[in-house]
């Protein structure tokens, strides 16, 4: 190792003998202070001064005093040239960092081994050195390789760091507490401990550094720089270390973050599930895989559940869980479990205990088998679950699913379902539907309200269960429709029996309120295999075919060919009907108009006509308006059809006008479809408009039942034609839903009396009919009459002693086609 030796001397021959003395070393020379520090700036690898106090310029007190200052050449080696009265000199010398001082004059043998002296200790120094830096790196690389967080203090104090304190980290550490050495040592180490694990730790070191423990473990906090906590394990122990440095630690942390999540979510489920086992309804179980279900363990709800104590089941103490399974449940659990264990597969299943009260309980058990290593089943775990409110609920939902609400009978649903299995099960049998309509106990409903009708279904119900048999099933398919599920009878003699029984049976219960009802039957057997929608809706055609039926008494309507055949014509109807609807060319099918005579009884002439539609067909020939007016209301096309019957109409009126007939009138039927479609009057002005006609010579006819649900906005209508000129009259007064109570709230001009009335006039008694009555009812409240169906003079004498305004019928004039119509009007007027 080279030594490089700076020599200060003012003294020219004192250099010299100091540079021979020197002659194996590396020697620089300067003659004063100045040119020494000049030198020891360009040279930082000098080991050794040689400095003579007594210099000019600059003396070696000086040079002393600017090295201390200087923390670079705080290693270097200074000897001080002094004389031997210089003590004062030698003490200053020595306490402004100089190590040693020599007298002189230069002794050389003396110098040369004072020298020699130092050169050595300088040698051994740096051995020493380089050996504790080669430690030093081994100790630093161990500490910053090592998997551990590792933190070395050393301090003036015991637990407070200060602006004396020595911090050594690993990078591990610096990654567990997310800062880095610098701002460890910044801070403090006790500032990275969270604020209520600090005290327990200072009572550590304490301990520590008292010497009552050598070292200790604890699990603490520390905060990163963003707030979050993370949890470490720290091992901490004394260093005994050189140095002025009083309390020295080194600390190994391990970061356990993840480990006391661990902890945390296995306590919280540990709380949960005791959080869970105590509101169980119902009970935890670990037991054998026996017959007896011997538990080994039973949480509380056990007795919850069964009545029972938990530690009366325990190793059947007192009683087997099997004994409390309800019998009929027991070999088919025992079934179940064998079938899954071997796959390993989970076990659900819903059946019933026997409390030890006697009461049945729903439960469900949800449980999986425990193995060991060899595959054997070591015992059964799982829960059983009170699920009787659930039951209930389920049970009470079905029956609301299955059953009606008002008569508890099975619904239609239900009805359905049956009759699909049986197509299969029963595929071969005899059997028959049966379908009582009650659906005109509507009519009560205006008069007497839901509920008094309700009450009538109900008490029908209660008497039509007398019926059921085993055979004979009955279900509610509507509000107002029953049906009866009729399985292997003999023949149809037996039906019809049977629907005379029906019959005597509902006539006893409706007799009083004079309700119409139909039955309806459609016979199922091998020839006939029908879809459940299909048999079911042919079903309800023949019940109303039943309930429409003109005959003076109730028969049972049988779904046949000859029914087939009318729907066949109906729906061809309705093809049609949907072509002239949509087509100006009319095709296959003519609607057309006719027209029937209205007289003025007080004139004895003509005042107008009636525009009846009519419809005739290459193949169905004439169609009664009876048959084609429903069926064009069923597929709302009377609306656009209705609009091409008005136009027809008012064509005639034009046509009447120009031939200078100013007073006579042409009135048109209006279904109530098409009244009540919010753009009837707009169109209807429109359409009056167009054509040039006077609305005083219009009239529209409509029937009384349009007043039994739309009262109000009906007569809102009638007000706007009204007040348009037009006149308005209720065709077939009588007939259905009016009566001469409601007949003062009609917006109308005139009501047209129905036949039914007109022909009582010509029975026996015509005094005692209440025609008369309606007349006058209707003067008095500021309505004129038109009588209908007149067809005898003792009808017209009558009227006209009554003051009946108008009449029509055949007596004065048959429905008439436009051109006859026209010669017809122009020979009564030429007679008269």
């Known amino acids: 190792m080279d030594i490089n030796i700076l020599v200060v001397e003012d003294s020219a021959p004192d250099r010299l003998m100091i540079s021979s003395i020197l002659k194996d070393y590396n020697v620089l020379m300067a003659r004063d202070g100045k040119e020494a520090l000049e030198i020891l700036d360009k040279h930082e690898d000098i080991s050794l001064l040689v400095l003579d106090l007594n210099m000019p310029v600059m003396n070696g007190f000086e040079v002393l005093e600017t090295l201390k200052s200087h923390k670079k050449h705080k290693n270097l080696r200074t000897i001080i040239l002094t004389v031997f009265d210089e003590a004062e000199n030698e003490i200053k010398g020595l306490k402004l960092g100089a190590v040693d001082y020599i007298r002189k004059p230069i002794h050389k043998e003396t110098f040369k081994a004072r020298i020699d002296i130092h050169i050595d200790l300088l040698r051994y120094q740096r051995a020493l050195e380089a050996k504790f830096e080669e430690q030093k790196n081994t100790l630093d690389m161990i500490i910053r390789q090592a998997p551990i967080g590792i933190l070395i203090s050393y301090s003036d104090e015991m637990y407070h760091s200060n602006g004396n304190t020595v911090i050594q980290v690993n990078s591990v550490l610096e990654q567990i507490v997310g800062r880095t050495e610098e701002e460890i040592a910044s801070l403090g180490c006790e500032n990275l401990t969270h604020p209520e694990d600090r005290e327990r730790e200072k009572k550590y070191f304490e301990k520590l550094y008292s010497g009552a423990i050598k070292k200790f473990t604890m699990e603490k906090r520390m905060i990163k720089p963003d707030g979050s906590v993370v949890w470490v394990d720290m091992i901490a122990a004394a260093l005994n270390v050189s140095g002025n440095k009083k309390y020295n630690h080194i600390c190994l942390v391990q970061d356990i973050t993840e480990r006391k999540n661990m902890e945390k979510a296995l306590r919280e489920s540990e709380r949960s599930k005791s959080v869970l086992l105590s509101h169980l309804s119902g009970l935890a179980y670990r037991c054998k895989y026996d017959r007896d279900w011997t538990m080994q363990y039973v949480s509380s709800g056990c007795y919850g559940l069964t009545g029972y104590p938990a530690e009366s089941l325990l190793y059947n103490r007192d009683i087997t869980y099997n004994d409390i399974i309800a019998p009929e449940y027991r070999d088919l659990l025992w079934d179940l479990w064998q079938q899954l264990i071997p796959e390993r597969k989970p076990f659900k299943y819903e059946y019933e205990i026997i409390t030890a009260d006697g009461e049945r309980k729903w439960v469900l058990e949800e449980g999986q088998g425990i193995y060991n290593d060899k595959g054997e089943v070591e015992a059964l775990e799982g829960i059983i679950l009170d699920i009787s409110d659930r039951k209930k609920i389920e049970n009470d939902l079905r029956y609301v699913n299955e059953h009606d609400g008002l008569t508890g009978l099975y619904n239609r649903r239900v009805l359905e379902n049956i009759l699909k299995k049986d197509a299969v099960a029963l595929s071969d049998r005899k059997r ?155 095709g296959d099918c003519h609607l057309y108009l006719q027209y029937q005579p209205i007289m ?91 054509l040039q006609v006077s609305p005083k010579h219009i009239g529209i006819e409509i029937t009384e039942s349009v007043f039994s649900d739309n009262y109000n906005e009906v007569n809102q209508i009638i007000n706007q034609l009204r007040d348009a000129g037009l006149y308005v009259a209720i065709d077939d007064f009588g007939k259905g839903y009016s009566s001469l109570a409601r007949e003062r709230e009609l917006n109308v001009d005139y009501l047209k009396i129905d036949k039914h009335f007109i022909d009582k006039l010509i029975k026996a008694y015509p005094e005692n009919a209440i025609t008369s009555d309606i007349i006058s009812m209707a003067h008095k409240l500021g309505h004129f009459t038109i009588a209908e169906g007149v067809e005898d003079e003792r009808q017209i004498q009558y009227l006209k002693k009554w003051n009946c305004d108008k009449i029509q019928g055949f007596f004065i004039g048959v429905p008439l086609d436009e051109e006859l119509a026209i010669e017809f009007l122009v020979r009564t007027y030429k007679s008269d």
């Open 432 to 586: 028959a539907v049966i379908s009582v309509n009650l659906s005109t106990v509507q009519s009560l409903t205006r008069s007497y309200g839901f509920h008094y009708t309700q009450d009538i279904i109900e008490k029908a119900a209660r008497e039509l269960e007398k019926l059921c048999s085993e055979t004979r099933l009955l279900f509610i398919s509507y509000w107002d429709r029953f049906v009866f599920y009729m399985r292997e009878y003999n023949d149809k003699k037996e039906i019809i029996d049977f629907c005379a029984d029906i019959k005597e049976t509902l006539d006893a219960l409706l007799r009083t309120e004079r309700i119409d009802y139909g039955i309806g039957v459609v016979q199922i057997d091998s020839m006939h295999h029908f879809d459940i929608d299909e048999l079911l809706k042919k079903l309800l055609i023949a019940s109303e075919k039943s309930l429409n039926s003109d005959q003076p008494e109730l028969t049972p309507c049988f779904y046949g060919k000859e029914i087939e055949m009318e729907i066949l014509r109906e729906e061809e109807i309705k093809r049609e009907f949907a072509n002239i609807a949509n087509n100006d060319d009319e």
């Open 600 to 690: 003025d009884l007080k004139s004895d002439r003509i005042s107008g006509f009636e525009a009846l539609a009519r419809l005739k067909c290459s193949r169905l020939g004439l169609v009664s308006p009876l048959e084609f007016i429903p069926l064009a209301e069923e597929t709302k096309l009377i609306v656009p059809i209705g609009w091409k019957i008005m136009r027809k109409a008012l064509l005639f009126l034009k046509r009447i006008e120009s031939m200078g007939y100013e007073g006579i009138s042409v009135s048109v039927n209006v279904s109530v479809i098409q009244l009540l479609k919010n753009d009837f009057v707009e169109k209807l002005f429109g359409l009056i408009n167009e």
